[in-house]
């Protein structure tokens, strides 16, 4: 069975960085599936961040303005992602994701973890 | 506002069918798969439709869609009072070169 797991800070200062880390179990990283990220302000829709592969190829939401950086950390099985120059409109539960290559895009979820952008 | 639209509500009784809609455009659903996902209160999405008409082991077959050009449709048959959730339809949009959702559907069961 596959799991994934986010963890980070739930609190983040206005203009700072957002810095999250999703654990991966039942699947290899390093393996030909990519890797997203997905949040959902309170209250609201589902919004893509972006995704990263194993060879560390992205893509990434225009809209977010280029404040997005992916990477994958293959030894720790955990990809993760740095949202920068935060505001108050990026408040949501942060939600990471498997895409199979190919196959089911999304198909497996972590629980989610709500980050708040406040002073 | 979202690349693909959807009606914000929906409803039915138990046993009823119930139809939610979504529409895009030609650089998204009408040239990629469409995938729908369901969202019970309180939870992380659920793959429930992939490649437009594929279902995840264990999503029974009350769940349907179809497609047509730029707009699909999530059919739920059976209305069952479990089926109470947020529905979101998304795909792969060629002009962006990423993922885009609908802004979600809340079904209420009557």
């Known amino acids: 069975q596959v799991l994934l797991q986010e963890s980070g800070p739930g609190l983040v200062k206005p203009s700072g960085t957002l810095s999250l880390t999703c654990a991966v179990s039942?699947?290899?990283?390093?393996?030909?599936?990519?890797w997203s990220w997905v949040r959902q302000p309170p209250g609201q829709g589902l919004e893509w961040i972006g995704e990263?592969?194993?060879?560390?190829?992205?893509n990434d939401n225009p809209s977010l303005k280029s404040r997005v950086t992916m990477s994958i950390d293959k030894s720790r099985n955990q990809f993760s992602l740095k949202l920068r120059s935060v505001t108050a409109a990026d408040t949501a539960v942060y939600y990471c994701?498997?895409?199979?290559?190919?196959?089911?895009?999304?198909?497996?979820w972590g629980q989610g973890t709500l980050v708040t952008v406040s002073s | 506002q979202s690349v693909l639209t959807q009606p914000p509500s929906a409803s039915g009784t138990p046993g009823q069918r119930v139809i939610i809609s979504c529409s895009g455009s030609?650089?998204?659903?009408?040239?990629?798969?469409i995938n729908w996902y369901q969202q019970l209160p309180g939870t992380a999405p659920k793959l429930l439709i992939y490649?437009?008409?594929q279902r995840p082991s264990g999503v029974p077959d009350r769940f349907s869609v179809s497609k047509s050009g730029t707009s699909a449709s999530l059919a739920i048959s059976g209305l069952q009072s479990e089926d109470e959730a947020d529905y979101y339809c998304?795909?792969?949009?060629?002009?962006?070169?990423?993922?885009?959702f609908g802004g979600g559907t809340k079904l209420t069961v009557l």
């Open positions: 994701a498997r895409v199979t290559l190919a196959g089911p895009p999304l198909d497996y």
């Open positions: 039942g699947d290899s990283i390093s393996g030909r599936n990519w």
């Open positions: 990263i592969s194993h060879d560390g190829s992205t």
């Open positions: 030609s650089s998204n659903i009408g040239n990629n798969p």
């Open positions: 490649n437009n008409n």
């Open positions: 998304a795909g792969w949009d060629d002009s962006r070169n990423g993922r885009v």
